[in-house]
């Protein structure tokens, strides 16, 4: 199991910034990708970036250039920087991680989900 907790969410205007951050606990040996993912209302989760154990990463079309993905193997942390943020990026932000367990199993693990609102 992987307990995933999100932080750094909040309020801030057009063409500000932010930084979300997720610490994972538990099982965290068996964590190969990390990233982020975020929902607005009405509409269904999507993948906003990602980032594997060797630091590839990849990112939706709608944040290239604007948001940064990052992570500190050693803390277990995944961090989600980002710039010139639009109204359209509000949306609660979610921390996910896939861990590969030693039998070759699967698992996607969520947080909580942190609120990013950005007012026009």
């Known amino acids: 199991q992987v307990q995933l907790v999100e932080s750094g969410g909040g309020l801030v205007q057009a063409g500000g910034s932010l930084r979300l951050s997720c610490v994972a606990s538990g099982s965290t040996d068996s964590i190969k990708a990390m990233g982020w993912h975020r929902q607005a209302p009405g509409n269904q989760r999507e993948l906003v970036a990602t980032?594997?154990?060797?630091?590839?990463?990849h990112y939706a079309d709608s944040v290239k250039g604007r948001f940064t993905v990052s992570r500190d193997n050693a803390k277990n942390k995944v961090y989600l920087h980002m710039a010139s943020l639009k109204p359209e990026d509000t949306a609660v932000y979610y921390c996910?991680?896939?861990?590969?367990?030693?039998?070759?199993?699967?698992?996607?693990?969520w947080g909580q989900g942190t609120q990013v609102t950005v007012a026009s």
């Open positions: 996910k991680t896939i861990s590969i367990s030693r039998f070759g199993r699967s698992t996607d693990y």
């Open positions: 980032i594997s154990s060797a630091g590839t990463t």
